[in-house]
């Protein structure tokens, strides 16, 4: 059974860091392209950055560059989200997801795994 679970939400103040998790099982992590997305209160779900089967391509949204870095340890099966200098606005439900495919995807609909999402909250 397919399984992806996140953690390390929470709630920061803007300017902090948090690093999420996703640990991947019952099926094999390397195959799988990876990706974090978020869906805040009333909005889209929304592309963040995915990571490439063996991780040295990785792609992000404007919104999140130069703050976020998405890596992966296959040998851990574990994807993960270091997000840095976090604002107000980035306060959402932060999903993981995986696309076996060896093309790099930013659309949610290119994945058919994902977890239950954790939660990302940001005080100012």
């Known amino acids: 059974q397919v399984q992806l679970v996140e953690s390390g939400g929470g709630t920061v103040q803007a300017g902090g860091s948090l690093r999420l998790s996703c640990v991947a099982s019952?099926?094999?992590?390397?195959?799988?392209?990876m990706a974090w997305f978020r869906q805040g209160p009333g909005k889209e779900r929304e592309f963040l950055a995915v990571?490439?089967?063996?991780?040295?391509?990785?792609s992000y949204t404007d919104s999140v560059e130069g703050r976020f870095t998405i890596s992966r340890d296959n040998a851990k099966n574990t994807a993960y989200l270091q997000m840095n200098s976090l604002k107000p606005e980035d306060t959402a439900v932060y999903y993981c997801?995986?696309?076996?495919?060896?093309?790099?995807?930013?659309?949610?609909?290119?994945?058919?795994?994902w977890g239950q999402g954790t939660q990302v909250t940001v005080s100012s």
């Open positions: 019952g099926f094999t992590f390397n195959w799988y392209v």
């Open positions: 990571v490439s089967r063996n991780g040295d391509t990785t």
């Open positions: 997801a995986g696309a076996h495919d060896t093309a790099v995807h930013i659309v949610p609909s290119a994945f058919d795994s």
